[in-house]
């Protein structure tokens, strides 16, 4: 069955330190990846995709993504969180072909607070 | 450019009474359209999609439907809610030109009370 996790539900990071939220799919072929940022009441902003080529993806905001195929992961870093980073992430995988593109599969999220 | 409308944005509304939210699209022509949910620790879930007028596709059996009567409109509705379609739901467009990557209205919040 298709899935993606995010085993984290909760991280909690100190403001300049790195930072590094995991995320993990089951998917039957090659997918395109996605990493969206969600304010309290906000709609999702995406951060980053992968599509295919350079597995080390750059996004907005400072953060980047690696895909992992042997690992079955795509996890997002930061090298130095911001206060204003603090919000809800989340990883999603999508169909490359066919009438389900777009189709997302979203992992439940991980809320990231920013200590001061 | 292109826009995703949705309204209302907050909608408090009783058991039993009817919904209907809207998302418009601006900027494109004929795109596919989805309605995801957000329930509290439930994550995102894909509940409608449509890929023209008329067509619509159902994810997730629900008290939900949706329609799509004009290009760029997508209506989800109910009849007679439940307390658990209370959430947060979110219309979602590809960008034309970007290939899958899929971008959100700013979504509405339902609270059924």
């Known amino acids: 069955a298709q899935s993606v996790t995010q085993p984290d539900i909760h991280i909690t990071v100190s403001e300049g330190a790195s930072l590094e939220l995991r995320c993990n799919y089951s998917?039957?072929?090659?997918?395109?990846l996605f990493w969206y940022v969600q304010s309290p009441g906000q709609g999702l902003q995406l951060l980053l995709k992968y599509f295919s080529g350079d597995t080390l993806v750059q996004g907005i905001k400072g953060f980047e993504a690696e895909f992992k195929r042997s690992q079955s992961s795509f996890n997002l870093r930061k090298p130095s969180v911001h206060w204003s980073d603090a919000a809800e992430y989340f990883c999603?995988?999508?169909?490359?072909?066919?009438?389900?593109?777009?189709?997302?599969?979203f992992g439940k999220g991980t809320k990231l607070s920013v200590k001061p | 450019s292109q826009t995703i409308h949705q309204w209302p944005a907050t909608l408090v509304q009783p058991v039993g009474s009817p919904l209907s939210l809207e998302c418009t699209v601006e900027g494109t022509s004929n795109p596919n359209l989805y309605w995801y949910r957000q329930a509290a620790g439930r994550g995102l879930q894909l509940l409608f999609y449509?890929?023209?007028?008329?067509?619509i596709s159902s994810e997730v059996p629900q008290n939900l439907s949706a329609s799509r009567p004009q290009d760029r409109q997508f209506i989800l509705s109910s009849k007679k809610l439940l307390l658990s379609d209370s959430g947060f739901y979110l219309c979602a467009c590809p960008l034309k030109g970007s290939g899958n990557t899929i971008y959100f209205g700013e979504g509405s919040w339902l609270t059924v009370v």
């Open positions: 998917y039957g072929a090659t997918p395109y």
């Open positions: 449509s890929v023209g007028i008329g067509q």
């Open positions: 999603a995988v999508g169909a490359r072909y066919g009438g389900s593109q777009g189709n997302l599969i």
